[in-house]
């Protein structure tokens, strides 16, 4: 059965460092398109960056000069550098078997919770 396994995320100060890692397993093929959304408490889930098979890049206008989305094969993983507090959220990978289908994945992770906080 084809899924997502999630690492990374915790506890992070103001202009500090994290780094996500997904994984997707289970399945023979390869996603079109990996990314990672994240969310906060009342709010919807937002695309925070994406990145396709062939390498063709995306991201939120919040986060662009910040986080380096990158993929190896059927791993996809975010840098995130000089975090802020409005950075904080549960970020979810997300995959699609097709690369212009981000907005609605096929797959999804578990969820890592990342905490911006002095």
């Known amino acids: 059965q084809a899924q997502l396994v999630e690492s990374g995320g915790g506890l992070v100060q103001p202009g500090g460092s994290l780094r996500l890692s997904c994984q997707f397993t289970g399945s023979m093929f390869s996603p079109g398109v990996m990314g990672w959304f994240r969310q906060v408490p009342g709010k919807q889930r937002d695309l925070v960056a994406s990145?396709?098979?062939?390498?063709s890049v995306e991201y939120a206008d919040s986060v662009k000069d910040r986080f380096t989305i990158s993929r190896n094969h059927n791993t996809a993983n975010l840098q995130m550098n000089g975090l802020t507090p409005d950075d904080t959220g549960a970020y979810y990978c997300?995959?699609?078997?097709?690369?212009?289908?981000?907005?609605?994945?096929?797959?999804w992770g578990q969820g890592t919770q990342v905490t911006v906080s002095a």
């Open positions: 997300a995959a699609a078997r097709y690369r212009f289908r981000i907005a609605t994945p096929d797959y």
């Open positions: 990145i396709t098979s062939g390498g």
